[in-house]
Every structure is written in structure tokens, then in C-alpha cells.
């Protein structure tokens, strides 16, 4: 079936630090691939989105670009911030059926002023 | 726009008893309404799929008559969990699509069963 796998974390920096979260995923066709955020206490946001292979999403400086070769979709951010400290997830929409969301199982970013 | 809500936000109960949670959609008719469970530090977990007027669709290994969904209108929906024992303890996450488009989530719903 299709499933999402994401880095484990949780994963600390300092601020202004380089930030990448690592997304791999296995479906079947090609499906729209998301990472959402979650922070504290409050359910997910839309980060940002592609929809076919070679999309790039970006929003509030993040950006993930779809790669078929790889099946991936790796998070980056260039500098990161302190409000940046969250829960991300990277998840698929199945492209059959129900169109329902897989998602990976979080990374923790936590991030030090 | 595209806000979904989430009722109660927290909610306490004791072991036996039944607890409603409702989510709306705020500012859109949502076709079809999801129902996630997410335990801590875990990645949500869909439970079942809703369309307005229909029965849900529950995934696999969902007690459909433990976690009771009504979608009656194309702005709520509720998810009744019954008879709740400590191991329903969870963050319940409700999202809305309008047609089958993007999903947008509520805020959750921490129940505590003690």
C-alpha cells in the first residue's frame, strides 16, 4: 500500500541554521505530495504542496521540490527561526479511491534562539 | 477563508460514559469530512471517512459502533465516541474537503478518559 516515511527525529537547531527533513514515499501512480505543520497544542496547516513530478512548493521561506527518480520530497528551509519550532509532516494524497491523506509519522523541530 | 472548527476543544470524561465532538466548517460546504486519531508524538491515524448524508467509511481495524460519525449537513459533522475507556484517550483531529479538493483541519479535540 502507500505509506510515507520521514526523518526521525527530533531534530534541534540554532537559529538561522540550514534546515532539511527528509521525506521518501511509496504509492501507486503518481500522487500530490504535502507537508503540513503542527504546532503546539493546535491541529495541521498546509505548508506547501506539489502536485507532479518537478513542482516545487514553497510558502514562508520552506521549499520541497516533487522527485519521481527518488520518490521524495524533502523539506528545506535556508535559515531557520525560533516560530519555526513545530511538528512537520510530509503526506500523499492516493490518487484512486477515496483520495484519502497518508501521512508520515512527524519530526519534531525544535529550534534554539 | 477555509476554517474548520473543532468542539470541545478539551473534554475530560469518566470510563462509560459517551462523548460528542463536532467539527464545522466554518465558511465553505464540505462534501466530505475525515476523522483522525493521533496519539502522542505519533502521526495521525485516519479513522473514517464521511460524505454528507451517507454512512461513513471506516477504516480497518474502527469499531464503527464505538466511534459513532453523523455528517447531516454539508457544515458539521460529529464523531460520538461511546461507552469511552482510558484507551480512547487521544487527540481527535477532524479536517473538511470541499469535493474531494484539499483537506483543511479542525484544531483537535484532547479527550482524557479517566
Known amino acids: 500500500g502507500n505509506s510515507v516515511t520521514q526523518m526521525e527525529g527530533p531534530v534541534t537547531l540554532s537559529e538561522e541554521a540550514f534546515l532539511t527533513i527528509n521525506c521518501t514515499y511509496t504509492a501507486t501512480g503518481y500522487p500530490s505530495l504535502f507537508w503540513y505543520v503542527q504546532y503546539p497544542g493546535e491541529g495541521l496547516q498546509l505548508l506547501l504542496k506539489a502536485t507532479k513530478a518537478d513542482d516545487k512548493g514553497s510558502n514562508k521561506g520552506f521549499e520541497a521540490t516533487y522527485r519521481k527518480e527518488t520518490t521524495s520530497f524533502h523539506l528545506e528551509k535556508g535559515s531557520v527561526q525560533v516560530s519555526d519550532s513545530a511538528v512537520y509532516f510530509c503526506?500523499?494524497?492516493?490518487?484512486?479511491?477515496?483520495?484519502?491523506?497518508?501521512f508520515g509519522q512527524g519530526t519534531r523541530l525544535t529550534i534554539n534562539p | 477563508g477555509a476554517v474548520v472548527s473543532q468542539h470541545p476543544s478539551r473534554v475530560i470524561c469518566k470510563s462509560g460514559t459517551s462523548v460528542k465532538i463536532e467539527c464545522r466548517s466554518l465558511?465553505?460546504?464540505?462534501?466530505?469530512m475525515f476523522w483522525y486519531r493521533q496519539f502522542p508524538k505519533q502521526s495521525l491515524m485516519l479513522m473514517a471517512t464521511?460524505?454528507?448524508?451517507?454512512?461513513?467509511?471506516?477504516e480497518q481495524g474502527v469499531e464503527k459502533d464505538k466511534f459513532l460519525i453523523n455528517h447531516a449537513s454539508l457544515t458539521l459533522s460529529t464523531l460520538t465516541v461511546t461507552s469511552a475507556h482510558p484507551e480512547d484517550s487521544s487527540f481527535y483531529i477532524c479536517s473538511a474537503s470541499p469535493q474531494y479538493n484539499e483537506q483543511f483541519f479542525g484544531p483537535g479535540t484532547r479527550l482524557t478518559v479517566l
Open positions: 464521511s460524505n454528507e448524508g451517507s454512512k461513513a467509511t471506516y
Open positions: 465558511d465553505f460546504q464540505a462534501t466530505t
Open positions: 503526506a500523499l494524497k492516493e490518487i484512486q479511491g477515496a483520495q484519502k491523506l497518508v
